[in-house]
């Protein structure tokens, strides 16, 4: 089996020569964004369209209704593990597209990633760390066709078919969502900041110290 490391160079070159920009002038519809933009990326990362994705897949919501997912991708054929919701190259990735996605997430039970995108930016969403029912409202990774570094291609290598483990994407997802809901507590914690925290930070050595107005603290004192 390939490396992450191994698959990222496969990409660098694949992507390097793709004429996206192109494809975004020839895709005047839905039809040819599919065709010219959509299928392509995923097929760089090893899908097909026999085997792995379908487009328009039917999803039943409540009292009967059914709305249609852009593209799902399933691995053996079985059940899909990832919703993927379309939007045109010329559209901004909104909070309201972020919704219809996350309706999509907890009407179909058995997903594991949704992506949206505009076709150039990708957006990949799973579960929040501590509800593990419901999608995300932001990220855990971006790729954008326009901007992306040698880290970025090593991040969506971990989507290639030949590693694509589905636990170990919502182990990747859980620690970036975790760690940022606990970088935004620790932030909310500290800032503003207190008197006394400021009193802590100002350390310094006994030499610097004016020995009236600073406490002794095992050879560094504070003001």
């Known amino acids: 089996m390939a490396t992450i490391k191994q698959i990222g160079n496969l990409l660098d070159k694949s992507f390097s020569k793709w004429d996206y920009n192109k494809a975004v002038k020839l895709s005047e519809n839905e039809s040819q964004t599919r065709d010219y933009l959509i299928e392509p990326f995923f097929n760089l990362l090893g899908y097909n369209k026999m085997e792995h994705y379908s487009h328009e897949f039917s999803l039943k919501f409540a009292k009967g209704s059914v709305k249609k997912v852009d593209m799902v991708i399933s691995l053996n054929r079985r059940t899909p ?6 939007k045109k190259s010329t559209s901004n990735l909104t909070d309201k597209n972020r919704t219809q996605l996350a309706e999509y997430f907890h009407n179909h039970k058995e997903s594991k990633v949704g992506i949206l995108t505009n076709v150039i930016v990708y957006e990949f969403y799973s579960v929040m760390w501590n509800e593990p029912k419901k999608l995300s409202h932001y990220p855990f990774m971006v790729f ?8 970025d291609l090593e991040d969506i290598a971990n989507f290639h078919i030949q590693v694509f483990n589905p636990k170990e994407i919502l182990e990747i997802s859980e620690e970036k969502y975790f760690l940022d809901d606990f970088n935004n507590a620790l932030t909310q914690t500290l800032y503003p900041v207190g008197d006394e925290l400021i009193k802590l930070c100002l350390l310094y050595t006994s030499d610097a110290a004016d020995e009236e107005d600073s406490v002794d603290l095992g050879g560094r004192r504070i003001i």
């Open 144 to 151: 954008d066709l326009r901007d992306f570094t040698r880290a």
């Open 81 to 86: 593990i990832m919703l993927i919701e379309c």
